[in-house]
């Protein structure tokens, strides 16, 4: 009974631990958007794991679409961090297809993808927006 005691102890510390440190990763990741955020318009995409690692990209991008500034956090555990990634810096998201298929890493390219398919989906919706409102305000 003792020897259960401690394994429940044990796996409630690490329950603890884990905790604290989703946290600091939490906390490092609000760091960089906002960082990033100042830099411009902002991009994020991420590609989720199962087996393997999962990746997160952040891109700042100045007004005609060209990346300044661009990091990711790719890996398992809690332990990672963001870092940059200066291979994309000086690229334009409106002419990704030329530049997407030179990234190696797959998960990397997963991540800038959904970032790139995001904003096109954003900006086609608010094209669309406005047609639906005058077509209402026509049929009314």
């Not at 990741?29 to 952040?58: T, W």
């Not at 530049?99 to 997963?110: A, E, G, M, P, V």
């Amino acid at each position: 009974m003792e020897n259960m005691t401690k394994l429940v102890f044990v796996f409630f510390a690490l329950f603890i631990v884990q905790g604290a440190m989703t946290f600091f990763q939490i906390k490092n990741y609000k760091k960089h958007v906002s960082e990033i955020r100042r830099k411009g318009d902002m991009l994020v995409g991420q590609a989720k794991g199962g087996i393997k690692p999962g990746c997160i990209i952040m891109m700042a991008l100045d007004s005609k679409g060209n990346i300044t500034e661009s990091r990711r956090m790719a890996g398992r555990t809690v332990f990672n961090r963001f870092k940059n990634i200066d291979d994309f810096n000086g690229k334009n998201v409106y002419e990704s297809e030329e530049w997407l298929k030179s990234i190696k890493n797959k998960q990397i390219k997963k991540a800038v993808e959904s970032a790139i398919n995001t904003m096109k989906e954003q900006l086609s919706s608010m094209e669309e927006e406005p047609n639906e409102s005058s077509e209402s305000t026509i049929a009314t």
